[in-house]
């Protein structure tokens, strides 16, 4: 069985208009994985994204990555960095035609367009012609070209419609199924159930990581994240309490209807056996 590659954080320190973000900071993800990291705004949640990218170097510390084929970055808002004229050419910049060729090119642009459900644009299309959500996922898009073993995603939902942001996390849910590791920076509890762990930066440093549905539960690390428990984690725990026990598909109202529908049906089933 192949070893899943990985990316590591050693001892991160960075400091900022003296003031000290990453104190001695550590942290791995691994492919196929989906990392949160929740924490109140100006902690350093995008002074570490930057520095994993290799934006920025920190004072002390390294990023290491052990097998897979490089780091991709999409920034909050990533039309404020569109470059391409059309959205073939921002796709396909990353991807020099002379080592894969026009034809190749252009099939990795639009396979890279159907994996975040973008394959009804014209390849013509203007970037600045889309809307916030669909900017959002031709970011992505153009990161995904390249095919990188890691994400490292800035608040990549933070200024889109409550709609567009279940399309984004739908897709980003599909990448990690594909194998790609995720590190995802957000202030959203909401946000990080969707993930396979969460940690809280807090002071620098970790102060607690786990599985989401554990992290987002102990509300003394969410007091320092600044956030508060997800509703729809509150309510599966309510229900839980009651004696019944949902198997959530995924963390949208739609993904807590469809478990309500399925311990309905399984009940009704048990009932009449």
């Not at 050693?10 to 929740?38: N, P, V």
């Not at 404020?80 to 002379?98: N, R, V």
């Not at 729809?232 to 026990?245: C, S, V």
Request: charged fraction near 20%; hydrophobic fraction near 40%.
């Amino acid at each position: 069985m192949p070893v899943k590659p990985t990316l590591h954080f050693d001892q991160i320190t960075h400091t900022y208009a003296g003031r000290k973000l990453l104190d001695d900071f550590s942290m791995h993800i691994s492919g196929g994985e989906w990392f949160c990291l929740l924490g109140k705004s100006g902690v350093g949640k995008s002074t570490l994204a930057r520095i994993g990218a290799g934006l920025l170097a920190p004072d002390a510390g390294r990023v290491r990555r052990l097998g897979g084929d490089g780091i991709g970055y999409l920034a909050q808002s990533p039309g404020d960095i569109f470059i391409g004229a059309t959205i073939f050419e921002e796709i396909a910049f990353g991807l020099s035609s002379s080592d894969h060729g026009y034809t190749n090119v252009r099939e990795r642009v639009k396979q890279s367009l159907r994996l975040v459900g973008l394959s009804y644009l014209s390849l013509e299309t203007n970037p600045t012609a889309l809307s916030g959500g669909q900017q959002q996922l031709l970011g992505l898009a153009a990161v995904l070209s390249s095919q990188p073993s890691f994400l490292i995603l800035d608040e990549p939902t933070s200024m889109l419609d409550p709609q567009a942001q279940l399309t984004v996390l739908r897709v980003l849910r599909s990448v990690v199924e594909l194998g790609t590791g995720i590190l995802h920076i957000t202030h959203s509890a909401d946000e990080a159930l969707w993930a396979h762990r969460v940690g809280i930066l807090h002071q620098g440093k970790l102060a607690g990581v786990g599985r989401s549905s554990e992290v987002l539960s102990d509300t003394s690390l969410l007091d320092k994240a600044g956030a508060e428990q997800p509703e729809l984690l509150r309510f599966r725990q309510a229900l839980t309490h009651k004696g019944i026990h949902l198997d959530v598909p995924e963390w949208s109202v739609s993904g807590m209807y469809d478990a309500l529908l399925a311990y309905s049906s399984a009940s009704s089933f048990s009932e009449r056996v």
